[in-house]
């Protein structure tokens, strides 16, 4: 309904016209479905995820996100009522331990965020650089 409002609707409910003439566009804004915030995290330009691939990355870590972890993600944030707003802090919390730990471990060369990492918390799957022997 409130997408076919207009300013005349705006001024009944009680809204003075000063305040309203500040607007240029009057919008409607629907919540994002779980495929459109897995749409934001992976595909968009400077997205978290290639955000905190980047941060490892510093630390010559490959991070990766496997799609049923994007979808876990999605799903957390859409329960908690903050849509697009929650996957930060959805994504620091999983990621934190990890940011701080990883860089003094010297054979970690790939982690791997997996539904189970999301939705458990549980460590992620780490691949480990083969020490060669001298």
Known sequence: MFKSAKTQDLIKFGIIPEFIG?????????????????????????????QYQHLFKMDEIQLEFTDDAFEAIAKEAKESASGARAI?????????????????????????IDKKSVQRREQPLRLLNKKVAN
């Open 22 to 50: 500040r607007f240029p566009i009057i919008a409607a804004l629907e919540e994002l479905t779980e495929s459109e915030l897995v749409r934001v995290m992976s595909e968009t330009k400077n997205s978290i995820s290639a």
């Open 88 to 112: 930060r802090a959805i994504f620091e919390d999983i990621l934190q331990d990890l940011m701080f730990n990883l860089p003094s471990e010297d054979n970690v060369k790939k982690i791997v």
